[in-house]
């Protein structure tokens, strides 16, 4: 039998974390500007998610402890898999409908020596989660990371979840999440759009939305641990737990409506599309989607010190978690400050300055991981306006 740690002349190892990996050599896959394109390559691998990756290991070392099952349905190389294994304690089984991604998952699980821990499958991905229901197996972890959308995925991973588990979910259709393809976004996500200054928050909000309403259809409570935007992609790690009356009470108490302004900016929550929360003649009423918080504040400290103990961590998954931490106390989406001062017809102050001055006033405030040009607080837009 052919030795599969043998690296061919059109392939490359690399690392990642604690994990080697062979791959086809990126430089053979370059766009014209000379960027490597991952969807060119044989088998997908993109180091941008790497960010991702690091935190997906550190959240479920934290939160699941020394020993857990996952199954990542959607493997590619079998990246994610194998560090789940080699970091956090982890063992299941890594999945690919793709047999050329099935023979480099086999071929990365020898050159790693976890053989004992990870199990490579060539199964579609529905297909693979629906029969594991029936298996008794609880399944403390399931990654749905596909190249697009979730929602062909997503309903087939709440079955065989454990009761406690947790479910990471990774979109990568920023467009119809953040209102640019609007037909996409009512057909995939259930959701009439409108452009707003916060597209990208509110894209994160839908997703939950919707996730957390397929789950509570099938007697599964969704609470998200973390959640964020990053480049091209938007990634959350749900805390799950099972019963109907739990799975009633989170999309009672968290899905409603956003109430947004075109004239002067203001926004606001409301469980009912009908009810008033904002100074508008023509309030322009999104949802249902996510109203209460995207991440849980008091989980993000130990998922962030566990992070820092990750060999070769990146820093900006660092940086992202200390974003989460503050933004965590504003539940108000963020305000893109450029939009605000230009509808006012105001000189735009520095963002640190704008900032500074909201503190001093007695308000939160800080920037946020959406958009560097945004700021989340709870001051009144009014009173932004009337301090400048």
Known sequence: MQNKSIVHSFETIINEGKAKLIIPDPKLYRRPDGKYEPSWA???YNPIMKI????????TKTLLGKRFFFVEPLSGTGIRGIRLALESGGEGIINDVDPIAYYYMRRNIVLNRVEDL???MNNEANTLLNNLT???????????DPYGSPVPFIDSAFKPLAKHGLIGVTATDTGPLTCSHRNK???RYWIRCYKVDFEKELGLRILIGNIVARAASQDLALYPVLSYYHQHYYRVMFKAKRGGLESYRVIDNCIGYIQ???GNLERCYSKEPGETCIRCQKPVVLGPLWICGLSDSDELPSIRRALTEIHGYDRKALEILDHLLMESKILTPYIRYDILFGR???NMPKINDLIEKLKSKGYYATRTHFD???IKTDAPIEEIINMF
């Open 42 to 44: 044989p088998v997908f």
């Open 52 to 59: 991702n990756r690091d935190i997906t290991v550190t959240t």
């Open 118 to 120: 990870v199990l490579p």
């Open 134 to 144: 029936f298996t008794g197996i609880p399944i403390d972890f399931i990654d749905i």
């Open 185 to 187: 976004a009512l057909r």
């Open 260 to 262: 947004y302004c075109p």
């Open 344 to 346: 006012a017809k105001k």
């Open 372 to 374: 560097p040009r945004g």
